[in-house]
Structures are given as structure tokens and as C-alpha cells.
């Protein structure tokens, strides 16, 4: 079981930057093999903004590349989403979110956990 709990939402001006962090905690941490961020505004889908997997993969959505990097740090079990640039289509409720996998090899059990969100506004 893991529980994600995420922080740094707030009100910024356009061109202003945000920091997001994800913090996970519970059971097998270790487990987990990917977090990522992932993004909902008003009218739209869930959207994926960025994820990093254990491997060091990395994967961004078209309209953040360049602007936003994610980070992980293993021995604090949190994942951080560093925002520059913001601009108005960017506000939305954030998401953390992260991907467990559990089970002997011949058995591998994948499980998804979300973090309750936070809002980003990006507004002059």
C-alpha cells in the first residue's frame, strides 16, 4: 500500500514557476517502479504531464517539454515536478502518481495509487 500526498499548489503569475512534490509513504516502497505527475483542468481529461520510472525513463507531455522537469529522489521517497514558464493553459489540479509492482517473478501484480491533487492557477 502506498499513500502519495502532494503540496505546492498555488496562485502564480504567468511566467512564474511553481515547485511540486509528491511524498510517498506506506508499505514496499521499494516497490515502486515509476511516479509521475499527471494533470486535470475544468472540462478536460486526466492528462499526463510527466513521469520518471526506476530506470530513469523519462516521458513529457508535448506542451511541457522544455518548461517543466521532473525529479526524483529515492532515499526521501518523493518525486518533484519543477514548473517554469507557467502559462494560463497550464492551470489545473496536478496529480501525483505512482506504480507499484508486487509479487514473486512469475506473478508480478501491478498496482496504481493517486495522490488527492493540487491546484496550480496560472493567472495575471
Known amino acids: 500500500q502506498v499513500q502519495l500526498v502532494e503540496s505546492g499548489g498555488d496562485l502564480v503569475q504567468p511566467g512564474g514557476s511553481l515547485r511540486l512534490s509528491c511524498a510517498a509513504s506506506?508499505?514496499?516502497?521499494?516497490?515502486?517502479?515509476?511516479m509521475g505527475w499527471y494533470r486535470q483542468a475544468p472540462g478536460k481529461q486526466r492528462e499526463l504531464v510527466a513521469e520518471?520510472?526506476?530506470?530513469?525513463?523519462?516521458n513529457y507531455a508535448d506542451s511541457v517539454k522544455g518548461r517543466f522537469t521532473i525529479s526524483r529522489d529515492f532515499a526521501k521517497n518523493t518525486a518533484d515536478l519543477q514548473m517554469n514558464s507557467l502559462k494560463p493553459e497550464d492551470t489545473a489540479v496536478y496529480y501525483c502518481?505512482?506504480?507499484?509492482?508486487?509479487?514473486?517473478?512469475?506473478?508480478?501484480?501491478?498496482?496504481?495509487?493517486w495522490g488527492q491533487g493540487t491546484q496550480v492557477t496560472v493567472s495575471s
Open positions: 502518481h505512482a506504480r507499484q509492482s508486487v509479487g514473486p517473478v512469475e506473478r508480478v501484480i501491478d498496482y496504481d495509487y
Open positions: 506506506g508499505r514496499a516502497l521499494r516497490s515502486i517502479n515509476a
Open positions: 520518471l520510472s526506476s530506470g530513469g525513463v523519462t
